[in-house]
Every structure is written in C-alpha cells, then in structure tokens.
C-alpha cells in the first residue's frame, strides 16, 4: 500500500491537493488511482480535490480507474460530492 495515514496530517498543513510531478503533469489522485490505492483515493478525495483534472495524457483519475478495473476506486470518485 501507501501513505493513506500522512495525508490527512499534509492537507491540514495546507499541502496543495492539486500539485503534481513534472513526468507526466500528474496529481497524487492520478497517482494514487493508477496504482489502486483506494485508502488513499478516499483520504485524498477528504481534500476535495478537481475531480476533472486531467494529466498531459488527457486522462483523469476516473479514466485511470476505469482502465485499471479498480471498481471500488471508481465508486469513490463517482460518488463523491
């Protein structure tokens, strides 16, 4: 798995939800789905972050989620409001 514990603590530093690495313009979002960490998805969705976000691909981390099969992932960011 990965972080899901120190997310919380970074968004309540003001950590940037949005921020992204240089390779490929992509977010922790896109990040955290394209590898299916779902705990992680779910903490960092706490964040409220742009859900419409694409990365230089032109894909979102629902795209990402789709294609990876990660179906509880999918869940999440569909029913996030």
């Given amino acids: 798995g990965g972080n899901a514990a120190i997310i ?11 921020a992204s690495i240089e390779i490929g313009d992509n977010t922790g979002l896109i990040l955290a789905t394209l590898v299916g960490y779902e705990a992680e998805v779910g903490e960092l969705l706490k964040g409220n972050p742009n859900l419409e976000r694409k990365n230089l691909e032109g894909k979102t981390a629902l795209d990402y989620a789709r294609e990876g099969n990660h179906q509880s992932i999918v869940d999440l960011l569909v029913n996030h409001v």
């Fill in 8 to 18: 919380p603590l970074l968004l309540e530093a003001g950590a940037n939800i949005e």
